[in-house]
């Protein structure tokens, strides 16, 4: 199953819409049949505000994923869920949000490269080693005219000692701090949809 974000909205791509209902429902539901199809019903779910939860779905999950990539611009990028040696976790404040350090990939580089150097540009910190991979995230924005989907690969990362972290201010990060773990998953109610789940389901 995958969850794709069009602001605060979701769209549910799936084999078995029962189980991936929300309490309140869909209010926008799709059986993959084609292509076409397909594109339509996307095209209206993104342009209809009012529809809040959307589903496709489809015997194959897998197929019905790359079908539904092939209608965007498909953006990868990557980035951290940092812990320091005293157990807290790093949270950077961006236009308004909590916010974790992210970026988009740059040629040649793998998935953790990726996000180790957006964190390091972001918050200033060396030292740093991944840990596991943590979850994908996925949403949509307007890029050049076109949809773009961007998958957000998310590592758990630990950093040697307790570095004061520096925001990269030209990237509108106004602070970068480390936060109890307890905080770390209170702070949910103020960051992104698309990430409250990382804030509130990561183990660490």
């Known amino acids: 199953m995958y969850t794709v974000f069009f602001g605060e909205r979701r769209l549910i791509i799936t084999d078995k819409p029962e189980k991936a209902m929300p309490s309140e429902g869909f209010d926008a539901l799709h059986k993959y049949s084609t292509l076409n199809e397909l594109r339509q019903f996307v095209a209206r779910f993104s342009e209809r505000s009012e529809l809040k939860n959307g589903c496709v779905y489809f015997h194959s999950v897998s197929t019905l994923w790359q079908q539904f990539c092939s209608l965007f611009r498909v953006i990868e990028a990557a ?42 540009e972001e918050t200033g910190l060396t030292g740093l080693s991944v840990i596991r991979h943590v979850a ?25 000692g307790a570095p004061t972290p520096t925001p990269q201010t030209e990237e509108d990060i106004v602070e970068a701090r480390w936060v109890s773990k307890d905080e770390f998953h209170r702070l949910a109610n103020r960051t992104y949809v698309s990430l409250k789940e990382i804030f509130t389901k990561t183990d660490f």
């Open 79 to 120: 980035g951290g869920i940092v812990q320091n040696a005293n157990g807290e976790v790093l949270v950077i404040d961006r236009r308004g949000y909590i916010d974790l350090p992210k970026g988009k990939s740059e040629a040649g580089e793998t998935p953790e490269q990726n996000a180790l150097r957006e964190v390091n």
């Open 136 to 160: 994908d995230t996925y949403h949509t924005y307007p890029l050049d005219g076109v949809t773009a989907l961007k998958r957000t690969t998310w590592y758990a990362m630990q950093v040697l």
